[in-house]
């Protein structure tokens, strides 16, 4: 009984073991299959970015494209698949490359690098204030990087701010001395110095750096930009020949030198090597058309695209060049014939607005329409509505481009400054001081600290009588803070006349110099409050050196009738 017992206990230890051995067995099985599909994955993908910047080497964009693709679904939150999305958009030239840069720089924000991307990628597409917001961005020790000081100071170069691009090609050249691409970027900028001993010294130097193997391009695109804008056709000519003879030359450098031909009646030979070069690659053919419709040649583009390309089943970019030189002839029939059956993928908004102008230009119905639909395309990317508004500016739809930005303005806050900026150039061309006085109240919500904002705001209120109370508060706050500034003591006069306190508010303005009195800006408040604190012979003066502007809003305007009344009824 024992022995069957104990011969029992054994079994079931046996079986226990097995059965043991057979769930590790299993265990280790399955921990093997789903580590092997963790490798498979990550293979997967690395392969995925792999393809896609080697089809992006190639210039295989379709392939790169669909490779990114594949990679930014497989991993959303990978930095190293968003760059690979925008580093494609950006070689196609789309603006929704803007979008993942901006992700990359979310995703990575210790990394300098990704906000400089984004910056290239924002001057690229012609937008130097969002290039500034990705430098301004970058964490705290990018001002100690040469490269990032030298493309701060492109960038700046870009939105006219050459003062402080100067010193950011400065600082770059400090902090990098060797770098040749630095020292010509500094000294093109000094060419255009008014100062003649800079500019020589500035031309001597860029002179020598023509002979740099890989940098000496750059040299004599200065050198032949800075002939071109002072008319120097002959010094122009010999740096023609000069980049001409240059193996590392590209189009856009050849079209440059062609430029100076055209200044010297010698265009049409170069001309035609160039139409036969850029008919391989269509982005180099974009640029000659865009140079013949800017030299009044559209038809000459017209004519070259239809013959040399089957427009119906070329690039996108190759379409709309053809569409701008019918535009630029004011083909508007055949615009729309030629554009109802294309398409024109992520520039469709540019199509249907172009279809727009054809109908408005020809007062067809079904303008509202057109219209409605390229606006309505451009809903879910701000940067594409931002681009429609300055386009149909260009075309002087001012009330369309307003209500664009303003959309803009208040969706996107990677847009909203440049949309604002425009906004206030829209509002000053028409006078319009109500639209002013709305662009300067987000200015200052944007930017309370801002004295720029603070003033325009309190003066537009104060012009408009409205909120006096508050607006006096912030006239207050800038005078404090910048007395001398003649438009914030213009602004606190006003105020102060707002309140009556006419001798108070001559005080204010006689702290500031003779010149800047004399200005007629400053000299319709002078004479605002010098009149109406009796002392009428001077006020007399100053209000006829305001008249001698033309570019007072309507409410200034009424401010110097009505001083000109009451001094006349006082004699």
């Known amino acids: 009984m024992l022995r069957a017992i104990q011969l029992r206990l054994e079994t079931l230890k046996r079986r226990k073991t097995r059965t043991v051995v057979s769930f590790l067995i299993c265990g280790c099985v399955l921990f093997l299959a789903w580590a092997g599909y963790l490798v498979y994955r990550i293979e997967r993908h690395q392969m995925y970015l792999r393809n896609g910047r080697q089809a992006l080497e190639r210039a295989d964009y379709p392939s790169a494209q669909s490779f990114a693709q594949r990679a930014v679904e497989d991993r959303q939150n990978d930095v190293n698949a968003c760059r690979l999305v925008?580093?494609?958009?950006?070689?196609?030239?789309?603006?929704?490359?803007?979008?993942?840069?901006?992700?990359?720089?979310?995703?990575?924000?210790?990394?300098?690098?990704?906000?400089?991307?984004?910056?290239?990628?924002?001057?690229?597409?012609?937008?130097?204030?969002?290039?500034?917001?990705?430098?301004?961005?970058?964490?705290?020790?990018?001002?100690?990087?040469?490269?990032?000081?030298?493309?701060?100071?492109?960038?700046?170069?870009?939105?006219?701010?050459?003062?402080?691009?100067?010193?950011?090609?400065?600082?770059?050249?400090?902090?990098?001395?060797?770098?040749?691409?630095?020292?010509?970027?500094?000294?093109?900028?000094?060419?255009?110095?008014?100062?003649?001993?800079?500019?020589?010294?500035?031309?001597?130097?860029?002179?020598?750096?023509?002979?740099?193997?890989?940098?000496?391009?750059?040299?004599?695109?200065?050198?032949?930009?800075?002939?071109?804008?002072?008319?120097d056709l002959e010094h122009a000519r010999s740096y023609a020949v000069k980049i001409e003879a240059r193996q590392d030359a590209e189009f856009n450098d050849s079209l440059l030198a062609l430029e100076a031909r055209s200044r010297g009646g010698q265009a049409n030979e170069a001309l035609d090597k160039l139409k036969q070069r850029a008919v391989k690659e269509p982005r180099d053919a974009v640029s000659l058309a865009n140079w013949l419709i800017g030299h009044r040649l559209a038809d000459d583009a017209a004519k070259?695209?239809?013959?040399?390309?089957?427009?119906?089943?070329?690039?996108?970019?190759?379409?709309?060049?053809?569409?701008?030189?019918?535009?630029?002839?004011?083909?508007?029939?055949?615009?729309?014939?030629?554009?109802?059956?294309?398409?024109?993928?992520?520039?469709?908004?540019?199509?249907?607005?172009?279809?727009?102008?054809?109908?408005?230009?020809?007062?067809?119905?079904?303008?509202?329409?057109?219209?409605?639909?390229?606006?309505?395309?451009?809903?879910?990317?701000?940067?594409?509505?931002?681009?429609?508004?300055?386009?149909?500016?260009?075309?002087?739809?001012?009330?369309?481009?307003?209500?664009?930005?303003?959309?803009?303005?208040?969706?996107?806050?990677?847009?909203?400054?440049?949309?604002?900026?425009?906004?206030?150039?829209?509002?000053?061309?028409?006078?319009?001081?109500?639209?002013?006085?709305?662009?300067?109240?987000?200015?200052?919500?944007?930017?309370?600290?801002?004295?720029?904002?603070?003033?325009?705001?309190?003066?537009?209120?104060?012009?408009?009588?409205?909120?006096?109370?508050?607006?006096?508060?912030?006239?207050?706050?800038?005078?404090?803070?910048?007395?001398?500034?003649?438009?914030?003591?213009?602004?606190y006069a006003l105020a102060l006349y707002r309140l009556s306190k006419y001798q108070e508010g001559v005080q204010v303005l006689d702290k500031l110099p003779t010149k800047d009195l004399d200005e007629p800006n400053i000299a319709l408040y002078y004479a605002l409050v010098l009149g109406a604190a009796g002392q009428t012979d001077k006020a007399s003066h100053y209000l006829a050196l305001a008249r001698k502007s033309d570019r007072f809003l309507p409410e200034e305007l009424g401010l110097a009738d009505r001083l000109a009344a009451n001094l006349t009824t006082r004699k």
């Open 304 to 491: 070259w695209l239809e013959e040399r390309f089957q427009l119906g089943s070329a690039p996108v970019s190759l379409q709309m060049a053809y569409a701008d030189a019918l535009i630029d002839q004011g083909k508007w029939s055949e615009i729309e014939s030629k554009l109802r059956g294309e398409r024109w993928s992520e520039r469709e908004y540019l199509r249907l607005a172009a279809i727009a102008r054809s109908l408005r230009e020809r007062q067809e119905p079904g303008f509202a329409k057109a219209w409605g639909q390229a606006v309505e395309s451009t809903r879910e990317d701000q940067i594409r509505g931002f681009r429609l508004a300055v386009l149909v500016l260009s075309w002087g739809w001012k009330g369309e481009s307003t209500d664009l930005l303003w959309r803009v303005a208040e969706t996107s806050p990677q847009l909203r400054s440049q949309a604002l900026w425009i906004l206030w150039q829209i509002a000053w061309a028409g006078r319009n001081t109500a639209s002013l006085l709305r662009v300067a109240s987000n200015q200052h919500e944007d930017d309370p600290k801002d004295i720029r904002y603070k003033n325009n705001y309190a003066f537009h209120l104060l012009l408009l009588n409205i909120d006096v109370q508050r607006a006096v508060e912030l006239a207050r706050e800038c005078w404090r803070e910048a007395p001398s500034q003649p438009n914030v003591a213009a602004t």
């Open 86 to 231: 925008a580093d494609v958009q950006d070689a196609l030239g789309s603006s929704t490359a803007l979008t993942w840069r901006l992700r990359a720089a979310q995703l990575e924000p210790s990394n300098v690098l990704n906000y400089m991307a984004w910056a290239v990628t924002a001057l690229k597409l012609g937008n130097a204030a969002v290039a500034l917001q990705a430098l301004n961005s970058a964490p705290a020790e990018r001002t100690g990087r040469a490269d990032w000081q030298n493309l701060m100071g492109r960038t700046e170069t870009a939105l006219n701010q050459f003062a402080e691009a100067e010193v950011r090609f400065t600082e770059a050249v400090r902090l990098q001395p060797t770098n040749p691409t630095y020292q010509i970027n500094l000294y093109s900028i000094r060419l255009q110095s008014a100062d003649r001993s800079v500019a020589a010294d500035a031309q001597r130097r860029l002179e020598k750096l023509v002979g740099d193997h890989h940098d000496g391009i750059l040299a004599l695109q200065a050198l032949l930009r800075q002939a071109l804008n002072s008319n």
